[in-house]
C-alpha cells in the first residue's frame, strides 16, 4: 500500500526566505506526482505536476523535483511571500490499477511579513 | 477549462437526516469521479471512485449503504450521506478525470464542508 509522508508538518518563514517541502513515498511504481496547495477551508489548487519521467518542473517561484527511485520529492518555494502561506500536499497516482491519487498529510507554511 | 462544481459549498444538518451532495465537471466529460473526505488537520482520504454508468468502489473501511453514491452521466455524480451523524461532519472534495485522457491530471472541485449537529 502507498505510503505519502511529508516533512515538516509545519513550517514558519520570514518573508523573503527559499524553503524546501519534502515529500517520500514508500512505492516507486508511480504515474506521476502532484503538488497541490490547500488555503483554510478551501479545494486544492495545482501547483505542479511531475510525470514519472521527468525530473523537475518549474512555474514562476515555484520548482518541484522528482527522484522516482528513492521515492522523493521536493517543492522548492523562491523569496516566499506572505501570499504563500496556506497547506502544501503532495500527492502520487500510481501506475497501475488505481488511478487515484494518494495525498501525504501536508506541510502548513506559514510566511512572516 | 476543467472546472469542477461542487453543490452545496457548506451544509448544516440534523443527526439522522440525509444529505445529498452533487460534484459537476463544467466543461468537459468525466467518466470517473473520485469521492474524498478531510477530517480537520488531516489529509484527503479517498472514499470511493464513481464510474459512470457503474457501481461505485469504495475504499476499506468505508460503508457503501451510508455513503450512497451515483453517477449517472458524464458531467454529474452524487454523494449522499444516509443518516447523517456528528462524526461524519468533515469536509467532502470530489476530483473529475476527463474522458479521453491519459492518467495524466484529475481536476478537484471546491469542497463541501459537512456539519451534522
Known amino acids: 500500500k502507498q505510503e505519502v509522508t511529508q516533512i515538516p508538518a509545519a513550517l514558519s518563514v520570514p518573508e523573503g526566505e527559499n524553503l524546501v517541502l519534502n515529500c517520500s513515498f514508500t512505492?516507486?511504481?508511480?504515474?506521476?506526482l502532484q503538488w497541490f496547495r490547500q488555503d483554510p477551508g478551501k479545494g486544492l489548487t495545482s501547483l505542479l505536476l511531475?510525470?514519472?519521467?521527468?525530473r523537475e518542473q518549474t512555474s514562476g517561484r515555484l520548482n518541484a523535483s522528482l527522484d522516482k527511485s528513492s521515492g522523493r520529492s521536493t517543492l522548492y518555494i523562491a523569496a516566499s511571500q506572505p501570499g504563500d502561506s496556506a497547506t502544501y500536499l503532495c500527492?502520487?497516482?500510481?501506475?497501475?490499477?488505481?488511478?487515484?491519487?494518494?495525498f501525504g498529510s501536508g506541510t502548513r507554511l506559514q510566511v512572516q511579513p | 477549462g476543467a472546472v469542477v462544481s461542487q453543490h452545496p459549498s457548506w451544509v448544516i444538518c440534523k443527526s439522522g437526516t440525509s444529505v445529498k451532495i452533487e460534484c459537476r465537471s463544467l466543461d468537459f466529460q468525466a467518466t470517473t469521479m473520485f469521492w474524498y473526505r478531510q477530517f480537520p488537520k488531516q489529509s484527503l482520504m479517498l472514499m470511493a471512485t464513481?464510474?459512470?454508468?457503474?457501481?461505485?468502489?469504495?475504499e476499506q473501511g468505508v460503508e457503501k449503504d451510508k455513503f450512497l453514491i451515483n453517477h449517472a452521466s458524464l458531467t454529474l455524480s452524487t454523494l449522499t450521506v444516509t443518516s447523517a451523524h456528528p462524526e461524519d461532519s468533515s469536509f467532502y472534495i470530489c476530483?473529475?478525470?476527463?474522458?479521453?485522457?491519459?492518467?495524466?491530471?484529475?481536476?478537484f472541485g471546491p469542497g463541501t464542508r459537512l456539519t451534522v449537529l
Open positions: 500527492a502520487v497516482r500510481m501506475d497501475t490499477g488505481r488511478r487515484a491519487l494518494t
Open positions: 476530483s473529475a478525470m476527463p474522458r479521453g485522457f491519459s492518467y495524466n491530471e484529475q481536476f
Open positions: 464513481s464510474n459512470e454508468g457503474s457501481k461505485a468502489t469504495y
Open positions: 511531475i510525470q514519472s519521467s521527468q
Open positions: 512505492d516507486s511504481a508511480i504515474y506521476n
